[in-house]
């Protein structure tokens, strides 16, 4: 199995991205996963995460502008991201949630700035 996110961009503060995550296996949908993200310095988050029956949970600092959705035919995941913010600037890696040390990628790069 592989995980690729993909999406990401430099964007102002106030706008929206649609992160994409890829699963080459069909494990995915049969596993809880989540949307996890790493700021320059600081250690890697849980942002979102999403289980097999599509019950949600966000950390604080993006409730009310994120939201998380999954296409487990597609074997796909996303995140939607509005109303950004500078401090939503960082890597953002999907995983499967608790997450598999062997499944981290490369992540893709959310900028936010003006």
């Known amino acids: 199995v592989q995980l690729q996110a993909s999406g990401g961009g430099l964007v102002q503060p106030g706008g929206s991205l649609r992160l994409s995550c890829a699963a080459s296996g069909s494990i995915f949908s049969i596993n809880a996963v989540g949307w996890y993200r790493q700021a320059p310095g600081e250690q890697r988050e849980l942002v979102a995460s999403?289980?097999?029956?599509?019950?949600?949970n966000y950390a604080d600092s993006v409730k009310g502008r994120f939201t998380i959705s999954r296409d487990n035919p597609k074997n796909t995941m996303y995140l939607q991201m509005d109303n950004l913010k500078p401090e939503d600037t960082a890597v953002y890696y999907c995983?499967?949630?608790?997450?598999?040390?062997?499944?981290w990628g490369q992540g893709t790069q959310v900028t936010v700035s003006s």
């Open positions: 999403i289980g097999i029956t599509g019950i949600t």
């Open positions: 995983n499967f949630r608790p997450p598999i040390n062997l499944y």
